[in-house]
Nanobody, 118 residues
Framework: QVQLVESGGGLVQAGGSLRLSCAVSGRTDRSYGMGWFRQTPGKEREFVASISTSGLTYYVDSVQGRFTISRDNVKNTVYLQMNSLKPEDTAVYYC????????????WGQGTQVTVSS
């Protein structure tokens, strides 16, 4: 069974930085794309960033230039480096995985809270 475990959330002042980690277990191959999403109460879950098996990355416009997604295929871990954080980045952040050619993120972590104070 595939499991995703996030860590690294917390409370930070505006302008600060955090690095989220997502450890993937239960798969021995590396053929999975990873994404980070976030959600605030009463709102739809929002795509933040993704990275493909080959390392191709995408970002939502609101975090472009501030956030960086990366992956360590030896450690089976994906990271989200968040710099210049803003209060509007406050949310629960989730990592997700999709395998093979599927466009669907089938596996999700439990989420980690990020709170940015002004």
């Amino acid at each position: 069974q595939v499991q995703l475990v996030e860590s690294g959330g917390g409370l930070v002042q505006a302008g600060g930085s955090l690095r989220l980690s997502c450890a993937v277990s239960g798969r021995t191959d590396r053929s999975y794309g990873m994404g980070w999403f976030r959600q605030t109460p009463g709102k739809e879950r929002e795509f933040v960033a993704s990275i493909s098996t080959s390392g191709l990355t995408y970002y939502v416009d609101s975090v472009q230039g501030r956030f960086t997604i990366s992956r360590d295929n030896v450690k089976n871990t994906v990271y989200l480096q968040m710099n210049s954080l803003k209060p509007e980045d406050t949310a629960v952040y989730y990592c997700a995985a999709k395998f093979g050619a599927s466009p669907i993120y089938a596996y999700w972590g439990q989420g980690t809270q990020v709170t940015v104070s002004s």
